[in-house]
T-cell receptor, first 115, second 115 residues
Framework: AQSVTQPDIHITVSEGASLELRCNYS??????LFWYVQSPGQGLQLLLK????DTLVQGIKGFEAEFKRSQSSFNLRKPSVHWSDAAEYFC?????????????WGLGTSLAVNP | NAGVTQTPKFQVLKTGQSMTLQCAQD?????MSWYRQDPGMGLRLIHY???????DQGEVPNGYNVSRSTTEDFPLRLLSAAPSQTSVYFC??????????????FGPGTRLTVT
């Protein structure tokens, strides 16, 4: 069955520290991969996406993610976290072929940033 | 562009009442969808539409109706509200009717409480 797992429900980091949020997926086909961010009381915003090509993808707000097919992972990273990065982060996976119109969403990782 | 707008932002209903959550987008997107977000359950797709006049069910459609008479609007109707429908509702839209490779744009959400 298709699934997306974000193993960490909640992460706390200090401002200026590096960050890695994990995302593992189970999908038979070559996937589209996304990371979205949800600031408190807001809707979701796309951080970055991977379709094909270079497995290291750059996104907005200084985030990047690396697709590792052998590990079925698409982990999100940021070298130095800012207090404004405190938010909920969602990984999502979709089919790259066929008429599948739905994304499969992870349950999210809540990020807290200590000053 | 206003993007995706949702009204109301907050709503309290009594069990058995009906109401319509409004969603509009001004980006001429073919695809629109409704999600509900509950703690620990991530985003769950309620209904979606790949174009005017075409709607389909998502994961959790029971108790909700939708219609898509125009490209811009995609209202969600609660037929007879139940406490289990207490949630935050997000409307989203994207280009392209089929496939999932495009960025989704989310509205700010409607926080619904059913007592």
């Amino acid at each position: 069955a298709q699934s997306v797992t974000q193993p960490d429900i909640h992460i706390t980091v200090s401002e200026g520290a590096s960050l890695e949020l994990r995302c593992n997926y189970s999908y038979g086909a070559t996937p589209y991969l996304f990371w979205y961010v949800q600031s408190p009381g807001q809707g979701l915003q796309l951080l970055l996406k991977y379709f094909s090509g270079d497995t290291l993808v750059q996104g907005i707000k200084g985030f990047e993610a690396e697709f590792k097919r052998s590990q079925s992972s698409f982990n999100l990273r940021k070298p130095s976290v800012h207090w404004s990065d405190a938010a909920e982060y969602f990984c999502a996976v979709g089919a790259s072929a066929g008429n599948n119109r739905k994304l499969i969403w992870g349950l999210g990782t809540s990020l807290a940033v200590n000053p | 562009n206003a993007g995706v707008t949702q009204t109301p932002k907050f709503q309290v209903l009594k069990t058995g009442q009906s109401m319509t959550l409004q969603c509009a987008q001004d980006m001429n997107h073919e695809y629109m969808s409704w999600y509900r977000q509950d703690p620990g359950m991530g985003l769950r797709l309620i209904h979606y539409s790949v174009g005017a006049g075409i709607t389909d069910q998502g994961e959790v459609p029971n108790g909700y109706n939708v219609s898509r008479s125009t490209t811009e609007d995609f209202p969600l109707r609660l037929l007879s509200a139940a406490p289990s429908q207490t949630s935050v509702y997000f409307c989203a839209s994207r280009r392209g009717g089929t496939g999932v490779g495009r960025e989704q744009y989310f509205g700010p959400g409607t926080r619904l409480t059913v007592t």
